[in-house]
Nanobody, 117 residues
């Protein structure tokens, strides 16, 4: 499973960036797709995800990004977009998109987001 991520860059605090991740269609057993991030000296943390359930899809966000970030997708398993608004210096990190299928996470290459104060 290959994931292609794009959209990172340098932005001033208060600015916006959009991250995109494209994965393959028709991944067997796919349950979720989303983004993690890892800042220097910190562990990788979940940022946002779309979960594919029996009653449809739902979204989940880290508390630190609620109200500022929005995750969306055409459908789980194709593309997922992370719209990041009102960025803060603490959002500086390498962002990794992932896809989870049959209890296994597949990762895209990281994309660096740098927010200057």
């Amino acid at each position: 499973v290959q994931l292609q991520a794009s959209g990172g860059g340098l932005v001033q605090a208060g600015g916006s960036l959009t991250l995109s991740c494209v994965g393959p269609r028709n991944v067997f057993g796919l349950t979720e797709m989303g983004w993690y991030r890892q800042a220097p000296g910190h562990e990788r943390e979940l940022v946002a995800r779309i979960i594919d359930g029996e009653d449809g899809s739902s979204t989940d966000y880290a508390d630190s990004v609620k109200g500022r970030f929005t995750i969306s997708g055409e459908d789980v398993g194709n593309a997922v977009i992370l719209q990041m608004n009102n960025l803060k210096p603490d959002d500086t990190a390498v962002y990794y998109c992932y896809l989870r299928a049959l209890a296994t996470n597949y990762w895209g290459q990281g994309t660096l987001v740098t927010v200057s104060s």
